[in-house]
C-alpha cells in the first residue's frame, strides 16, 4: 500500500498534506447552504453510464475503486456545469471508523458517514487522464453522500464483492448510486489525495443515498490500508481534512 503518511507526516486523516503551498481551490470544502448561490444558467446533469464498461474492483490503498474503460465515450456525464462531456473513469468511497464522520464534503459543517466519487475527465479536450488530471478543467467529480437508513440493493452488489476485492465484474450500472433528484451544488476544487491538482469540476447532489448500518461498517471497515504479510491496519478515516474556500462561491442548481 501507499504509505503516504511517510511522505505527509502532518496528516491526521487521509494521507494528503493538510495544505498545499499556492492552492487556491483545494478540496474537500464545507458547503454552508444559506452562502451557495442558485444559478438559473446551470442545466441539469446528463448521466449515461454504459454497464458493460465496468471492468474491476480494487484496493488502491487508500480506498476501494471500480474502473472503468475509459477508452471510448460509452459512459459519460456532460450537462450540469460541464462545456464537455467527460468519460467515467472510476468510483471509489471515503469513510470514517464510526458513523459520525467519514465525508470528505460537509453540508453546514454536518459530517456523513461515508462519500461517494464519480471520477471522470474531460477526454474532448485532452488525449489521456494523466494529461487531464493537470489541467483545470480536466476532471468532474460527482460527490454523493451516504446517510444511514434502509438497504441498498446496487450497493450490496459491490458490498458482496469486497472479501474478494481483486473482483472481476461482469456489469454494474453506477448510476443506481447516484439519487434521482436532480439537485447539485457546484465549485471549482481540487484532487483531496496526492496530487491535490486543482483540477476537479466538484458536482456534490445534494439529496444522499440511504444504505443501512451493516453496509457500511462491515463492508468499508473490513478493507486494509496495509497489503497482505504486513501488520493489519483496517482503512478507515480516508477522508482529507476540511480546506480553505479562499476567493470561491459554490453555485446551486436548485432554489
Ligand atoms: N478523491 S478524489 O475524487 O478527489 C480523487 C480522484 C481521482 C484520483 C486519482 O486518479 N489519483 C491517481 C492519479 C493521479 C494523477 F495525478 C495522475 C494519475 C493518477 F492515476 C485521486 C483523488
Ligand atoms: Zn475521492
Known sequence: SHDWNVLFPLTSHASSPLSIPGGTRQSPI?????????????????????????????NNGY??????DDSTDKSIIMGGPLENQYRLKQFHFHWGA????GSEHTVDSKFYPAELHLVHWNAVVYPT????????NGLAVIGVFLKLGKHHEGLQTLVDAL?????????????CLIPSCPDYWTYAGSLTTPPLTESVTWIIKKKPIEVDENQVSFAFRMLLFTS??????????????????????????FQ
Not at 491496519?233 to 476540511?242: A, C, E, Q, S
Open 129 to 136: 487522464f494523466e494529461e487531464a488530471v493537470m489541467e483545470g
Open 30 to 58: 464545507n458547503i454552508q447552504w444559506r452562502d451557495s448561490v442558485y444559478d438559473p444558467f446551470l442545466k441539469p446533469l446528463k448521466i449515461s453510464y454504459d454497464p458493460s464498461t465496468c471492468l474491476h474492483i480494487w
Open 228 to 253: 497482505d504479510g504486513e501488520e493489519e491496519k483496517r482503512m478507515v478515516d480516508n477522508f482529507r481534512p476540511l480546506q480553505p474556500l479562499m476567493d470561491r462561491t459554490v453555485r446551486s442548481s
Open 98 to 101: 464510526i458513523n459520525e464522520w
Open 163 to 175: 472479501p474478494a476485492i481483486k473482483h472481476k465484474f461482469d456489469v454494474f450500472d453506477p448510476s
Open 63 to 68: 480506498s476501494f475503486l471500480v474502473e472503468f
